[in-house]
């Protein structure tokens, strides 16, 4: 197929003398070359473009992907348009070539993502338009290659939930970005910041609750002045998200503009109201009050417990949890400590008795509550009977399995069976060993181990736990059995 097309082109070489492919349209313009081939009906790139070609115009045709021959050594092309086309595939490198090219039009194909190398060497793109296709993911640098020369992006009407917010924080030449009628959910604090060339921000239809304020915005210009507005005001257009209109909007509201319809989504009794009609008071948040919380819990010592503190307010707290001994608590292999209020502890350790505070935090205010840990001790029994019977919790059995086993004797082999080190890693080891049961007179286990990532470097359990560690270097330092008689 390829080569019978490949054949006609050649056929179809002008009386010019110069390369054009079937049906289209070659402007030898000196010096500039044009190539325009829209409605042609290729189903790919043709192979017989002049190198030189400085336009290249392949609009509505039936191009399915984007090879790397297709424009290899086209370095005087500045102006490439393949829109509307079907393109679901675009290889790597396919444009590392163009190192000329200012503008890439790519709007209403099919591309779903974008990788790292689909425009590498694209380093004087200026008008990068992919507007129209089924995007739901942009890699972080992918347009690492023009970040300063960018002056025109337009991703809009794709499927984007996330977009690379580092990357549009970089395009410090970047004139107009429309990211309108994606799926956008979130906008972070300060990437606008740095766009101090930013004319045209185009938020239109996303799943926008708010928008964080940033300095770029105090560049909006106050309506109700003449149309000739100032050569640095932005126009931001943020219609049709679902927007929740309390304190957090403020701000944008005291940006007054009269011709716009932006409404709110919530809170009810904002619903569908003019964003831009509603009093600056009526821009409210409520600080949490804390709704309901743990009451005193027991616990044994080893067992895994949970702590919640549930507030409400507007907007949603976030809940931070303090320990006992005064120290905010944060993610360990042991702690896992969620902003919705619920604190779980996988293993408790008798360091863990006392109240806990949890702190409930938001824009209007904060709230504490307490809540009251009683560890119960697992009993010492190595102490509690007189005739110790354990060897030493010396040398670990971890430790002694790694070793030889033919100076060790059957007593001890036997012993090794019960511990398994299942999984290890390089920063993580899974210690299994079976219930108690099968091995009468065993009643706790202790490990010990040393962790630059972790607090806790003792956990005592009754029962047959799954202990996962986790950490930057750890040393697995002892694992001794209790046991009695
Ligand atoms: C590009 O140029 C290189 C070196 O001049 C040549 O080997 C290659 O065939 C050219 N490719 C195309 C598609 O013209
Ligand atoms: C708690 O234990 C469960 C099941 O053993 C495990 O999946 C989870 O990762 C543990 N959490 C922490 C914080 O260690
Ligand atoms: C702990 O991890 C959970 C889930 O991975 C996360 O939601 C939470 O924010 C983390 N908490 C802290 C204090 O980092
Ligand atoms: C908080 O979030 C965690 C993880 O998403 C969930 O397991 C827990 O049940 C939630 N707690 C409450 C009180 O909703
Ligand atoms: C058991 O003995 C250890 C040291 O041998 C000691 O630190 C610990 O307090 C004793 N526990 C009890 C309950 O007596
Ligand atoms: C101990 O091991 C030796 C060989 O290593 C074997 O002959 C002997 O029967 C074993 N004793 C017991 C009690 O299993
Ligand atoms: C943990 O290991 C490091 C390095 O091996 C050592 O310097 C440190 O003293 C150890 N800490 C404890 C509590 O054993």
Redo the contacts with the bound molecule.
């Keep these: 197929m390829e080569w019978l097309i490949f054949s006609l082109l050649v056929l179809a070489v002008s009386t010019s003398g110069q390369l054009c492919p079937k049906r289209c349209m070659c402007q030898n313009l000196s010096p500039s070359l044009a190539i325009l081939c829209a409605k042609t009906g290729l189903l790919f790139v043709p192979t017989v473009i002049d190198r030189r070609t400085v336009e290249l115009r392949l609009t509505e045709n039936f191009i399915t992907a984007v090879r790397r021959r297709d424009f290899a050594n086209m370095t005087s092309l500045l102006h490439l348009t393949l829109s509307r086309n079907t393109i679901s595939q675009i290889l790597p490198y396919a444009f590392a070539d163009l190192k000329r090219l200012r503008a890439l039009h790519l709007d209403s194909n099919r591309l779903s993502v974008v990788t790292d190398d689909h425009f590498r060497g694209l380093t004087n793109l200026r008008h990068l338009i992919l507007a129209n296709n089924q995007l739901h993911n942009i890699s972080p640098h992918a347009f690492d290659d023009f970040v300063t020369t960018l002056e025109d992006l337009d991703l809009s009407y794709n499927n984007l939930v996330d977009i690379p917010w580092e990357t549009i924080g970089r395009l410090t030449n970047v004139n107009t970005l429309n990211m309108d009628h994606n799926l956008i959910e979130h906008v972070p604090l300060g990437v606008f910041s740095n766009l101090h060339k930013l004319a045209r921000l185009d938020m239109t239809s996303n799943k926008l609750k708010k928008i964080p304020p940033d300095p770029l915005f105090l560049r909006i210009p106050v309506y109700a002045k003449s149309k000739g507005s100032p050569l640095s005001s932005l126009v931001l257009s943020f219609g049709g998200n679902p927007l929740h209109c309390n304190c957090e909007l403020l701000w944008l509201r005291r940006l007054t503009r009269e011709d716009d319809l932006e409404t709110c989504a919530s809170p009810s009794d904002l619903t569908a109201k003019y964003f831009w009609t509603i009093p600056e008071e009526e821009f409210i948040c409520d600080p949490p009050v804390i709704t309901r919380k743990s009451p005193k819990t027991f616990v044994m010592e080893g067992q895994p417990t949970s702590l919640k503190c549930k507030a409400n307010g507007d907007p949603d707290p976030d809940v931070h949890w303090i320990a006992p001994e005064g120290r905010l608590i944060a993610n360990t292999s042991r702690t896992l400590s969620f902003s919705n209020g619920s604190l779980e502890i996988n293993i408790t350790s008798l360091k863990d008795m006392g109240v806990f505070t949890c702190i409930a935090s938001n824009a209007a205010g904060e709230s504490t509550g307490t809540v009251e840990l009683v560890v119960s001790p697992l009993p010492h029994l190595a102490n509690s009977t007189n005739r110790i019977r354990e060897p030493d919790p010396g040398p670990s059995d971890i430790l002694t399995s790694a070793k030889s086993t033919s100076s060790v004797s059957n007593e001890t082999r036997s012993q090794e069976r019960k511990v398994v080190l299942a999984e290890l890693t390089a920063n993580s080891a899974l210690i299994r060993w079976p219930s108690q049961q099968h091995f009468p007179g065993i009643r706790m286990y202790q490990i010990q181990y040393?962790s630059s990532a972790d607090d806790t470097?003792v956990y005592r359990m009754p029962q047959e736990v799954d202990v996962p560690l986790t950490a930057k270097?750890n040393?697995l330092?002892s694992l001794s059995k209790r046991t009695d008689e």
């Design positions: 040393n470097l270097s040393t330092n």
